[in-house]
């Protein structure tokens, strides 16, 4: 562990993502303060945080709900920097996209109004998606980079996900500028289907359906037609990397491999032949449109460097739900 290196907050400890960072935060010599919704029964176990190593003398968590933005001043008070990683995650499109894209909105923003007021935040970095820079009317096999956005009406005829495109897109557009209008160093990062181990109880959504040839979930088998995948522990080491340079600005695309249905099955038969993989020729009837090709070179270019290759994500999700009981 080295030296503290200050305070910093983190939004929604209790994600994928988020319960990662902090991990990750502390081992870095930071002290963490992070939220997690209210949960008035007391009957949630964030003892996955609380046992974290250096938990005990610097992570604090607190209560805090992006349906009220001013609840987020307490943890942000003091901090030198914030990570917004909490999300209003609807990936069933339960909620109408209106509803969960201005609780994503307004919660951003008032996080942002918070930092600023605070006169100790000195960068903020906020977890967007590729969702944000996919669907941008672009059919050919073009390899997109940050200048790339999503179009938001376009939007509207996604059948997976739709309501999250939505809020993430114009949220990120929000946080960015906002820091732009007021000087506050706003950076993002905007990564493809996060994949490998994680420590929070709940599953991981994008774990899942990076698995879901593992686990027979063939309701996900369209959203692996072609998608691109990125170990957590890059995507956190990113965020933590960008926080720390000092000529980081504006947004990064973080982002290993791409991979076809076709090459998931063969890869996934070979290496884990315990599974019942389907075999590409069952796989032929699969219907939906593939993901495009992203770029990093603009984290790369900074001199961030990934450690983790399509191996490290498939092994270390499977052991993980292996020993978390959902194999």
Not at 19 to 46: A, F, H, K
Not at 218 to 231: G, P, R
Request: glycine share 8%.
């Amino acid at each position: 562990m080295e030296a503290n290196r200050g305070t910093v907050c983190v939004t929604g400890g209790t994600g994928f993502i988020a319960s990662w960072l902090v991990m990750r935060l502390l081992e870095r010599g930071y002290s963490v303060q992070t939220t997690v919704r209210p949960d008035p029964d007391g009957s949630r176990d964030i003892s996955f945080l609380t046992n974290l190593p250096g938990a005990s003398e610097r992570l604090r968590i607190l209560t805090a709900n992006l349906g009220d933005p001013e609840s987020f001043g307490p943890a942000i008070e003091g901090c030198v920097g914030v990570f917004h990683v909490a999300t209003p995650v609807d990936l069933e499109d339960k909620e109408p996209e209106l509803v969960i894209t201005r609780r994503s909105i307004d919660g951003a923003l008032g996080i942002l109004r918070a930092c600023l007021n605070s006169k100790t935040v000195k960068r903020v970095v906020y977890t967007s998606s590729v969702s944000a820079v996919q669907y941008n009317n672009d059919s050919g096999d073009n390899t997109l980079d940050e200048d790339s956005w999503s179009d938001v009406k376009s939007l509207g005829e996604l059948t997976m996900f739709r309501g999250y495109a939505i809020s993430k897109t114009m949220t990120e557009k929000g946080a960015l500028e906002f820091g732009e209008r007021h000087g506050l160093e706003v950076v993002t990062v905007t990564p493809t289907c996060v994949h490998g181990p994680f420590i929070c109880p709940k599953f991981a959504r994008s774990v899942q359906m990076a698995l879901a040839l593992v686990l027979g979930n063939e309701n996900d088998y369209s959203a692996l037609l072609k998608i691109s995948l990125v170990h957590v522990d890059d995507v956190v080491r990113a965020h933590i990397f960008l926080f720390e340079h000092p000529d980081a600005k504006g947004r990064y695309i973080c982002s290993l491999a791409t991979m076809t249905i076709e090459e998931m099955s063969k890869f996934l038969s070979k290496r884990y032949p315990e599974f019942q993989i389907p075999s590409t020729e069952s796989l032929k009837e699969v219907k939906g449109s593939g993901w495009a090709n992203f770029s990093s070179r603009k984290l790369l270019d900074a001199g961030f460097e990934y450690k983790y290759g399509i191996e490290d994500m498939f092994d270390g999700a499977i052991q993980c739900c292996e020993e978390k009981g959902y194999l």
